[in-house]
Nanobody, 114 residues
Framework: QVQLVESGGGLVQPGGSLRLSCAAS????????MGWYRQAPGMQRELVAI???????NYADSVKGRFTISRDNAKNTVYLQMNSLKPEDTAVYYC????????WGQGTQVTVSS
């Protein structure tokens, strides 16, 4: 059974920073890749950033230069460092991992507001 547990969300002012963490049960190298998605109210879930087993990284155009995805293999954890946050970044952020199946965390709320 795969478990992904997100943490680190919260309320932040525009221009601020947050770091999200996604702790996986077991070795993350069994996944083909891991990533972060987000879903704002009334919107579809969208890709934010992914990192593959081999270390290839991709970002949504809307977060390039502001967000950084990384992983700590020893801790079986993937991070999303979010800088220069904007109100339009407000959403529930979900951790994702995939093999032949896709696995999801429960989500963590990020609210960017003054």
């Amino acid at each position: 059974q795969v478990q992904l547990v997100e943490s680190g969300g919260g309320l932040v002012q525009p221009g601020g920073s947050l770091r999200l963490s996604c702790a996986a049960s077991g070795n993350i190298f069994r996944f083909y890749g891991m990533g972060w998605y987000r879903q704002a109210p009334g919107m579809q879930r969208e890709l934010v950033a992914i990192i593959t087993r081999l270390g290839s990284i991709n970002y949504a155009d809307s977060v390039k230069g502001r967000f950084t995805i990384s992983r700590d293999n020893a801790k079986n954890t993937v991070y999303l460092q979010m800088n220069s946050l904007k109100p339009e970044d407000t959403a529930v952020y979900y951790c994702n991992a995939w093999t032949e199946e896709a696995y999801w965390g429960q989500g963590t709320q990020v609210t960017v507001s003054s």
